[in-house]
Every structure is written in C-alpha cells, then in structure tokens.
C-alpha cells in the first residue's frame, strides 16, 4: 500500500489515491527506434512493463488499471506489426495469466473482438472466465478498442431495445449510456496516463474521461516503472477536483 518507500506514514495517508488508473502505453516504437531495434521489439519490451506495473499498481492500492494495447485505429499499421501485437496478446495470456489469477487479478478485456482471430477470442473469454471471481485488482485491457466505436455500440443496443419495446426512451440518461458502454459497472477514471510525450486521448475512454485527471509523462512505456508510477499518483494527489463545482479552497 506504500505509495513511496521514503514517505512517512503520514504523508501515505494524506495522499489520495486514484480508485481507477487508466495508462495510454504510447512509445514502443521510439524505444526500439532509440536503440536501432526492429519495433517489435518495443513492443515485446513493453509487455514485461506491463507486467511490472500490474503488479506495482496491486500494491500501492490501486483497484481498477486499464490498459490501452491496441486501438481500433491500430490495423493501419502494416500487417507485420498488426501481427507482432496480436502475438503479443497471445504471449501475454498464456505467460501472465496463471500468476494474474493466483494473485486475485479480475481480467476483463474492452474494445471489439468479433473481428479478432478465433483462438484470441476463446483465450480472452477463458481468461475472464477463469478471473471472474477475483477481486483484488480489477485490471482492463483495451484491445481492439475505440472509444467512438464503444458509443456507436451502446447506441444501437439503446436503440435496438427501444424498438424491441423494452426500454422507454424518456427514461434514457447518462446512466443507460454508461451501462452500454464495454466498461459497465466500472467506476469511471480518476486519472489517465498517457507515455511518451504525446498529448491527446487517441479514442481512449473518451465517455468515461470525461472527468479524468490527465498525466502525460515523457518516459517511452518500456521506460515506465513503478517510480513513474509514483510520481504520476504524487501528481494527482495534488490535484484539485472540481468536477463542475466551487472548491472550498477556491472561496466555496
Ligand atoms: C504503443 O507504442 C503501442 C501501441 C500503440 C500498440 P507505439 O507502437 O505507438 O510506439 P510509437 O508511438 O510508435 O513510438
Ligand atoms: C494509442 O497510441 C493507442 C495505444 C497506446 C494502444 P497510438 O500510437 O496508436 O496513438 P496515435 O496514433 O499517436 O494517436
Ligand atoms: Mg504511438
């Protein structure tokens, strides 16, 4: 639960904690460019970041990571690559998720996967079903994901029950919208880290976002490790959350 080892028990305390983490892991490509390295290795660097951070996050006592892997603007990118990124999923399954599951991670994967090959498909739905009763952490891959694509879904399922007679549509607010979306049930993101310097959302969470802290940090996201994690959760703590209203701190 310790944010920082250097910190006083106090300073843990007052530091307020994000509920949810959502982290753009933007960068693979400039890694491995930075060293003369195919992009595939990136990305291959990238998936031992992820599994550092899943686990640095379960113990600063975050309940709910999200984490962007392939967005549904990702298939213009040539097929090789395409390809080395649907592995990678597959690697990571098969690696990582016996050890997600004995440490009580929740996996649940957004974003579209009728498109997606048959065996990832049957090994994202194993591996859901396998951590469904877990409740340590809650972590959420976005692959094949898209924020407008994610609307565009839960508005035709909107309009698909009101003409099927089940759903007034006088009733439909905020909340209907939410329980379509893919992240149903989940609370929104408090605070949303993008890597590698770039400073926009890319489809990310886009409804879900819409009152999230935003951190962006230079490192490339094999660089990033539970320090930046730290730092990136000292930053939030920081911040003051307005969410429309007047903060005592303001004069409120
Ligand atoms: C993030 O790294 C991983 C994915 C988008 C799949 P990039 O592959 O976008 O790396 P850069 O941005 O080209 O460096
Ligand atoms: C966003 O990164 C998607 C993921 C990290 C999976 P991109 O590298 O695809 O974003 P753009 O194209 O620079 O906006
Ligand atoms: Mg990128």
Known sequence: MVPNSDMTAKEVVELNLPRHVAIIMDGNGRWAAQRHLPRKLGHRQGVEAVRVIVRAA???GIKYLTLYSFSSENWKRPPEEVNDLMGLLRFFIRRDLAELHQNGVNVRVIGEREH???????????AEKLTAGNDKLFLMIAFNYGGQNE????VRRIAQEVK???LDPE???NETVAAHLDT???PDPDLIIRTSGEKRLSNFLIWQGAYSELVFTDAYWPDFSPDSLREALVEYSNRVRRFGAVSPADGG
């Open 184 to 186: 149903a049930g989940v």
């Open 116 to 126: 997606l090959a048959a065996d990832i498909i049957a090994m994202i739905e194993d």
């Open 151 to 154: 609307i565009t879904s839960a």
């Open 171 to 173: 009733t439909i607010n």
């Open 58 to 60: 379960g113990e600063m």
């Open 164 to 166: 099927a007679g089940t």
